[in-house]
T-cell receptor, first 117, second 110 residues
Framework: EPEVTQTPSHQVTQMGQEVILRCVPISNHLYFYWYRQILGQKVEFLVSFYNNEISEKSEIFDDQFSVERPDGSNFTLKIRSTKLEDSAMYFC???????????????FGEGSRLTVL | LAKTTQPISMDSYEGQEVNITCSHNNIATNDYITWYQQFPSQGPRFIIQGYKTKVTNEVASLFIPADRKSSTLSLPRVSLSDTAVYYCLVGGGATNKLIFGTGTLLAVQP
């Protein structure tokens, strides 16, 4: 079964450092997402991406965050200057469909745990 | 996007049928109802989706009344491995943004 893969599984970084989280979406999917989940809290939407540009973003996704699809397979989330409160599990997801009737199923990766010290 | 309300937690025993109800009073005409399951330290996983009446797949059933202001996820004969958080989400149409609520933590005991 095709799956979304994420690297690294766990990253520890110092406050103020840049972090890049990588994702390989399912190969024929066109829509890509990043979510995050702070320990013990709900899953929060960060950003969606289609056709090499951001489709939607939440208020969490401020100027310190950026996303990129540098080649035909990877989808990355960059945090420029990490803060303590960025510590969370970051999930990448992809879907074949956009909204629609019915909306497409989102396939999530296993997550990248980011710890900011 | 329609707001959803679910019980925070539920307890069950192995072999029982579990029904988790979600209310979504301001669901829009073009919204679908989708349920995801999340195990600890894993990404959410799609369970089932529906628009109205009843939908059944190999793992669950989804019951949606005519007014669509609520929905019930039914898990037949749960096992210990069904212990997870279950999220009800409402949306679709032009948006590709899924908004997760707090979910229901289902604890299945032997």
């Amino acid at each position: 079964e095709p799956e979304v893969t994420q690297t690294p599984s766990h990253q520890v970084t110092q406050m103020g450092q840049e972090v890049i989280l990588r994702c390989v979406p399912i190969s024929n999917h066109l829509y890509f997402y990043w979510y995050r989940q702070i320990l013990g809290q709900k899953v929060e939407f960060l950003v969606s991406f289609y056709n090499n540009e951001i489709s939607e973003k939440s208020e969490i996704f401020d100027d310190q965050f950026s996303v990129e699809r540098p080649d035909g397979s990877n989808f990355t989330l960059k945090i420029r200057s990490t803060k303590l409160e960025d510590s969370a599990m970051y999930f990448c997801a992809s879907s074949a469909l956009l909204g629609g009737d019915p909306p497409g199923e989102l396939f999530f990766g296993e997550g990248s745990r980011l710890t900011v010290l | 996007l329609a707001k959803t309300t679910q019980p925070i937690s539920m307890d069950s025993y192995e072999g029982q049928e579990v029904n988790i109800t979600c209310s979504h009073n301001n669901i829009a005409t073009n919204d679908y109802i989708t349920w995801y399951q999340q195990f600890p330290s894993q990404g959410p996983r799609f369970i089932i989706q529906g628009y109205k009446t009843k939908v059944t797949n190999e793992v669950a059933s989804l019951f949606i009344p005519a007014d669509r202001k609520s929905s019930t996820l039914s898990l037949p004969r749960v096992s210990l491995s069904d212990t997870a958080v279950y999220y009800c989400l409402v949306g679709g149409g032009a948006t590709n943004k899924l908004i997760f609520g707090t979910g229901t933590l289902l604890a299945v005991q032997p």
